[in-house]
């Protein structure tokens, strides 16, 4: 993170549920959400990111239950942004929502192939030392997204094989963490794709996680300077990541989680240093 004030974008579950099946997590869940508790989860996720960062709202919009989920209206370096464009049509009507909030903020929205299916910075993380982006690849961005992202940006992509349907974004099971630290989980990665991180990432700067705390989305965390904010961690991957001189700090999310997301999901970071 940036000497600058963080800026975070959300948007209210004001009509968050659980309507229809994209990824595992939502299977027997439709109808299943309870509304108040999801806004009382969010609100807490909400006061605590508002104590170390600002918070701008994108307003939710009816029909649309995930658009909650706001890592995935694009990516931002600088002032330019690429809109996601979703691969389940169940999402695609978010994408013009996102547009004309980055248009009326004054980003730079960059042009995209309509035909490959990108889904923001759920998929596409900037690493928080080496100036490079991480991205998903399996299950919903397309293998030509690396390619477009690299000429937009100038920044190396590093394509990340997903193979655990689970695990269906890059981060729900990798989260780079400041000063060179990556958690993730080992077991959501192809081999070659492991292999890559292990090369890239020094050893004793790898905070992998176990499947229970993985379950728990405890990949899916927001950083902000030390500060780790996620759904749910065991003890002992908080006192992993207090020995990496972070801390922990454990907002539930559990209803979220019924659709897929938790912490990192239902946020995007808008000050991303060029």
Not at 57 to 70: G, I, R, S
Not at 81 to 89: E, Q
Not at 154 to 177: A, E, N, Q, S
């Amino acid at each position: 993170m940036t000497s600058k004030r963080q800026t975070i974008l959300m948007c209210p579950p004001d009509h968050y549920g659980v309507d229809y099946v994209i990824n595992p997590w939502m299977a027997g869940q439709c109808g299943k959400t309870d509304a108040a508790l999801a806004m009382r989860q969010w609100e807490g996720l909400k006061d605590a990111l508002s104590a170390y960062a600002d918070i701008t709202l994108v307003p939710a919009q009816p029909k649309l239950p995930d658009m909650v989920f706001t890592a995935n209206a694009g990516i931002v370096l600088g002032n330019t942004v690429v809109v996601s464009r979703f691969r389940n049509v169940e999402r695609q009507g978010e994408e013009p929502h996102f547009k004309e909030w980055f248009d009326s903020y004054g980003f730079d929205c960059a042009d995209w192939a309509q035909e490959v299916p990108f889904e923001g910075a759920g998929d596409a993380l900037w690493d928080r030392a080496l100036p490079l982006l991480w991205i998903g690849s399996g299950f919903r961005s397309d293998q030509a997204a690396p390619a477009l992202l690299e000429k937009i940006y100038g920044r190396r992509v590093v394509p990340m094989k997903l193979v655990d349907p689970r695990f269906y974004h890059l981060d729900t099971c990798l989260c780079p963490l400041p000063r060179g630290y990556l958690m993730y989980y080992p077991a959501a990665f192809a081999a070659e794709s492991l292999a890559e991180l292990e090369s890239l990432v020094p050893a004793d700067k790898r905070i992998a996680v176990e499947a229970e705390d993985a379950a728990h989305f405890a990949c899916n965390a927001v950083d902000l300077d030390d500060r780790v904010f996620m759904n749910g961690a065991s003890e002992s991957l908080q006192n992993r990541l207090k020995s990496a001189g972070f801390n922990a700090i454990l907002t539930p999310l559990t209803e979220f989680l019924k659709a897929g997301g938790t912490a990192k999901c239902l946020t995007l970071k808008l000050v991303e240093k060029e």
